[in-house]
């Protein structure tokens, strides 16, 4: 079992979450292999308060109760077993809240605990991403907590806007990698929350304190963008939060951004999507393009370049059993943090595999949670390249920037589950990664062909998603860099 220690940043989490009693032989940290550290604090709000048994035996004995009283009844309908620990609100009041009074963060130590960074590396010596989303979504959770209260309704990861990887982290085990956030916008019952990953090229002292102002901009190598919804624990509805007050000119601006963001984001969503309408002029001369292409090589097969690959030969697998260990903190459900880890890892196989090199990771485009993924359930993913485009990357090598061409690959991800006692199959959400493999050689040079017409509308969202992400950090950055 993997041994995590964490001596080093345990005022930090205390400070970060408050003071409470002591565990049995005065251990205040779970050490907990499957907990994202975010959650493994006894201190934290999004750490287990109960074991499986515990939520097991408690739902079992409650759906006995309901067979007994429901006998014979095929209308009733099923008790819910959505959260088992957050089931009072204790206040339905409303209040404002400032951005400091969510913000939180986490010290990742690498530079000192090299047993701590063993267990965020990847094959290749480099930071691995998935483990990373793990943590960015559990602090979300607690971020969106300490808005709420002293309200505690039921929270959820309803999508993820962006996550963009400014640079790479090179050299990780010289630095510390710190983690942090607060909510930057809020609506009626939903909130935005913003994430930074930052590296820190210096030792941290054992009570090291992160404010929102100690994350300098040169430092930040990831940013990320969650919204989280709340629900009542007794009516499954939507549940009023509280208010975000900006209380400066730069929180008034990311307020107002944000809004702006969301407004756009459900008007395309009702619009822009290509089952509503057909493509644009552009998009038909694309299609047409595409097709002339795949009929050429259909007539003279020797002129099809062997580094074109048909976009249904792109597809990748995976199937996993949904284990308890991977719960979120209402006990009955898997963490998001989880299905982004096991999602971005099948697409970087799935842009692997399609470019026969190693990619970079470059920015998660979005994604969705349509239904939650029960605990005991069956988890099918399918990964497919949807969109590729040919581009270039500024990279830092030796302290000097370069200028990489290559090629960008768009993988989305899509998420079905099969409950052992029902017979259909349950879409759970889709996600979409981009990642850049620089050109080594025009001969290897990787490309797509799309040839039904169902992948081209796919190849087409693909795009519409490339776009957006781009023009969502060009106001934001001069230059785009991608992590390795």
């Known amino acids: 079992?993997?041994?995590?220690?964490?001596?080093?940043?345990?005022?930090?989490?205390?400070?970060?979450?408050?003071?409470?009693?002591?565990?049995?032989?005065?251990?205040?940290?779970?050490?907990?292999?499957?907990?994202?550290?975010?959650?493994?604090s006894y201190l934290s709000p999004m750490s287990r308060k109960s074991t499986w048994l515990e939520a097991y035996h408690y739902r079992e004995k409650k759906l006995a109760e309901w067979q007994e009283k429901h006998r014979g009844d095929p209308t009733a309908a099923r008790p819910d077993d959505t959260s088992f620990s957050f089931n009072t609100i204790k206040t339905r009041e409303v209040g404002e809240r400032s951005r400091e009074d969510s913000f939180t963060s986490i010290l990742l130590p690498f530079r000192q605990d090299k047993w701590l960074l063993d267990a965020y590396i990847n094959a290749s010596g480099r930071l691995r991403i998935g483990q990373i989303f793990q943590d960015l979504d559990a602090l979300a959770g607690v971020v969106s907590y300490k808005h709420c209260l002293p309200a505690e309704p039921v929270l959820v990861t309803a999508s993820v806007d962006r996550i963009y990887m400014l640079r790479r982290l090179d050299n990780i085990d010289e630095c510390n990698v710190s983690l942090s956030g607060c909510v930057t916008w809020s609506g009626r019952s939903s909130m935005e929350i913003t994430l930074k990953a930052a590296a820190i090229r210096h030792d941290l002292e054992p009570?090291?304190?992160?404010?929102e102002a100690d994350v300098k901009d040169e430092d930040v190598f990831l940013t990320a963008n969650f919204t989280f919804v709340a629900r009542d624990p007794e009516t499954r509805k939507s549940f009023p939060i509280n208010h975000l007050v900006p209380r400066n000119a730069t929180e008034k601006v990311d307020f107002v951004r944000a809004e702006q963001y969301n407004n756009r984001k459900k008007a395309l969503a009702q619009q822009g999507s290509l089952q509503a309408a057909p493509p644009s002029?552009?998009?038909?001369?694309?299609?047409?393009?595409?097709?002339?292409?795949?009929?050429?090589?259909?007539?003279?097969?020797?002129?099809?370049?062997?580094?074109?690959?048909?976009?249904?030969?792109?597809?990748?697998?995976?199937?996993i059993m949904m284990q308890p260990q991977y719960r979120n903190a209402h006990s009955y459900m898997i963490f998001g943090g989880y299905l982004m880890r096991q999602t971005f890892e099948l697409a970087y196989s799935c842009a692997a595999k399609f470019a026969r090199d190693t990619p970079r990771f470059v920015s998660l485009d979005s994604v969705t949670f349509r239904n939650p993924v029960p605990v005991g359930s069956v988890l099918n993913l399918t990964a497919v390249v949807a969109y590729t485009e040919q581009t270039s990357r500024v990279v830092e090598v030796d302290g000097h920037k370069k200028t990489l061409p290559g090629t960008l690959i768009q993988v989305r991800v899509d998420s079905h589950i099969h409950e052992l006692t029902h017979t259909d199959d349950i879409?759970?959400?889709?996600?979409?990664?981009?990642?850049?493999?620089?050109?080594?050689?025009?001969?290897?040079?990787?490309?797509?062909?799309?040839?039904?017409?169902?992948?081209?509308?796919?190849?087409?969202?693909?795009?519409?998603?490339?776009?957006?992400?781009a023009n969502f950090y060009k106001e934001r950055r001069l230059e785009e860099v991608v992590a390795e």
């Open 207 to 211: 009570n090291a304190e992160i404010t």
């Open 427 to 469: 879409d759970t959400g889709s996600f979409t990664y981009s990642y850049f493999v620089a050109t080594r050689s025009e001969e290897l040079r990787p490309e797509l062909l799309p040839r039904t017409y169902t992948e081209m509308m796919e190849y087409l969202e693909g795009r519409r998603k490339a776009i957006d992400t």
């Open 1 to 40: 079992m993997l041994s995590i220690r964490t001596s080093s940043r345990l005022p930090a989490l205390r400070r970060q979450f408050g003071t409470g009693k002591r565990l049995h032989n005065d251990i205040e940290y779970r050490q907990h292999v499957f907990q994202p550290i975010a959650s493994q």
């Open 281 to 319: 002029a552009e998009e038909s001369s694309l299609i047409h393009r595409m097709w002339a292409k795949q009929s050429e090589f259909e007539k003279h097969p020797e002129k099809r370049p062997k580094t074109l690959v048909n976009m249904a030969d792109t597809r990748v697998f995976s199937t």
